[in-house]
């Protein structure tokens, strides 16, 4: 399925639900988080340079972005064994969701057509969500880029 940006999920949207298998090997789903703030990040493949670099700033800040009230959750096409291995790697404190069928990364439309080199390929546009207490969309950062999304998202909250 082709996603272009205008089906981008906006500001004041419902949240789409979803219950995905986490890090942990148990299934996550939105409505388990009512009643705080979710940091939503989508990122294209664990262990890459700058997935890896977001990852560690939420993991730096993390104790910032709870005092808010708020949880973060990262999502990518990577199964549950990669993620492991990523949030061991690297000691994330937050939950990585495996969304290798990509319904949520269409629900949210972030898996959109991208270009590398001339070449046009499906793949996930970096993006990151922050929900509110009772599911809805409160800001979207699209396109994001790694250095200063963390500040985006502390000042955001």
Not at 13 to 39: H, M
Not at 45 to 64: P, V
Not at 91 to 110: A, C, H, Q
Request: proline fraction near 3%; charge should be positive; hydrophobic fraction near 30%.
């Amino acid at each position: 399925m082709l996603f272009k940006e205008s089906n981008m999920l906006k500001v004041g949207d419902k949240a789409p639900e979803f219950s995905l298998l986490a890090d942990s090997g148990e299934k996550i789903s939105l409505k388990d988080y009512r009643g705080k703030k979710v940091v939503l990040y989508f990122y294209p493949k664990d262990m890459t340079s700058g997935c890896t670099q977001e990852a560690c700033d939420f993991r730096d800040n993390i104790k910032k972005i709870e005092k808010k009230n708020a949880v973060v959750i990262g999502v990518s096409p990577d199964d549950s064994k990669s993620h492991n291995k990523f949030k061991d790697k690297y000691e994330l404190p937050f939950t990585l969701l495996s969304d290798e069928t990509k319904t949520m990364l269409n629900d949210y439309g972030v898996w959109q057509e991208k270009s590398m080199y001339g070449r046009k390929y499906m793949g996930v546009v970096r993006t990151t969500f922050i929900i509110d207490e009772k599911g809805k969309i409160e800001k979207v950062y699209e396109k994001v880029k790694v250095p200063g999304h963390i500040e985006e998202i502390i000042e955001g909250l």
